[in-house]
């Protein structure tokens, strides 16, 4: 049977509690030797001991590695000279560094979680968020300029080639799913700020392209101060939605609220050739250590990481795993009676582990 190595990165904050409580997870699902999962070190904290954020020996090691899973890095103190927070670049080099350029945000209400929006129940808020992940403006980490102290300056990055990409991951994304909830249409969503920028008027011009050859799903348009309202007003109308890079760290901030917490919300990062799992939350210092934060962010990442590793290696195994993990989720929340905090309950870390490890049939 073939097993998969998985470059672990713990990182900072809740990042080892999280990911710890992933990894029991998918062990329980899994049994122990079908992953394994090797430890490297990368983030603030390590920044602070070493002066270097992600040593190469652990990008080499991630690159190798079949997938990577990660806690959450980064600690607000820790920063660079220039003011930027240093645990963050390994995050942000790993995926400019791999070329993974699908962020897959899905943003879904489960059973038993409460939306703050009062009109929408589980299953009328079920969309993906397509982040373009190398370009847009985040392309500029570490390269803006900075002059005498009086301007500072950071370019926003937009490829024909980076767009045409992940549009097309889109509308494949949309394909196999079965439409937004409000009218079971499928359709791709290009989010941008295309009446004010150039750049953006070029990501709109080249969706249209792509949309072209995806002649059964509708492209539609918002521009994202617009977004923010439809995302509160109208999230069953989304099916996919694709965006720029700071765009999509923006709104996905934002679809993770209306679907209870950013606990709730996994990432899925992937190129051609690598693929990188986390929650989208941060490290949240003010809780780490306490056995209180909220685990299902990485260990729904964890059900992404299978379902990717299952597709690619054509390994039924890992996509029934995927599968189970997702299902175990799904009873737990619906079931009542184990509630992380962040969703209004008292339920700490260690519970929502074993609850989920006893839920997985
Ligand atoms: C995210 C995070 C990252 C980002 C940080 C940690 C670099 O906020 O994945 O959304 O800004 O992309
Ligand atoms: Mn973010």
Known sequence: MKTYEIAVVQGDGIGPEVCSAAIEILKETLGSNRLHFVEHPAGAEHYKKTGVAFPEDTFNACKSADAVLHGAAGLPGVVYPDG?????DFG???????????????????????????????????????????????????????????????TIVITRKGTER??????????????????GKRRVTCCDKANVLRSYAFFREVAVEVAKDYP??????????????????????????????????????LGAATIGSMGMSPTAEVGDNNGFFQAAHGSAPDIAGQGVANPLGTILAGAMMLDWLGRRHDDEGLLEGGRRIQAGVEKVLGGGK??????????????????VARALV
Do not use: C, W
């Open 216 to 253: 059964d799903i509708e492209l539609d348009f918002a521009l994202v101060d617009a977004m923010t309202v439809h995302l509160v007003h109208r999230p069953d109308f989304y099916d996919v939605i694709v965006t720029e890079n700071m765009f999509g760290d923006i709104i996905s901030d």
């Open 166 to 183: 992940v549009v097309r991951q889109a509308f494949e994304l949309s394909r196999a799913r079965n439409g937004a909830p409000r009218d």
């Open 338 to 355: 184990i509630v992380p905090r962040d969703l209004g309950g008292s339920s700490g870390t260690r519970e929502v582990v074993d609850a």
């Open 84 to 88: 930027t927070e240093a645990g963050l």
């Open 92 to 154: 942000l080099q790993l995926r400019f560094r791999l070329d993974l350029y699908a962020n897959i945000r899905p943003i879904k209400l489960h059973e038993g979680v409460v939306s703050p929006l009062r009109k929408y129940e589980p299953g009328s808020i079920d969309y993906i968020i397509l982040r373009e992940n190398t370009e847009g403006l985040y392309a500029s980490r570490g390269a803006g300029v900075r002059i005498r102290g009086e301007l500072a300056t950071d």
